[in-house]
Nanobody, 127 residues
Framework: QVQLVESGGGLVQAEGSLRLSCAAS????????MGWFRQAPGKEREFVGT????????YYASSVKGRFTISRDNAKNTVYLQMNSLKPEDTAVYYC????????????????????WGQGTQVTVSS
């Protein structure tokens, strides 16, 4: 069982930055690919980005590529989402998720493949 706790959300002006953190319980954090997803009011949950268990491989949604960066510190059981040049359309509840993988280089953008989810943190970008 893995428990995920997101933090770092808040209110920021357009073009500002925020860094979200997701702390995981357990001793096998590196065996999990980690993903970030978001859900805006009235919209379906959407993929933001993912990072492999080793941290060497990342993949982003086209809407955030070049603005958002995912990283992880396996010694601290934490994954981060650095968000720069924020736009009002980035406003959403952001969730981190963990996917138990066999190879440390793999990752997925498919929400259904993730085994554990955090409770979410609200990000609001004002214009």
């Amino acid at each position: 069982q893995v428990q995920l706790v997101e933090s770092g959300g808040g209110l920021v002006q357009a073009e500002g930055s925020l860094r979200l953190s997701c702390a995981a319980s357990g001793r096998t954090f590196s065996r999990y690919a980690m993903g970030w997803f978001r859900q805006a009011p009235g919209k379906e949950r959407e993929f933001v980005g993912t990072i492999s268990g080793s941290g060497r491989n990342t993949y982003y949604a086209s809407s955030v590529k070049g603005r958002f960066t995912i990283s992880r510190d396996n010694a601290k059981n934490t994954v981060y989402l650095q968000m720069n040049s924020l736009k009002p359309e980035d406003t959403a509840v952001y969730y981190c998720a963990a996917d138990l993988v066999y190879y440390s280089s793999t990752y997925t953008s498919t929400a259904g493949e993730y085994d554990y989810w955090g409770q979410g943190t609200q990000v609001t970008v004002s214009s």
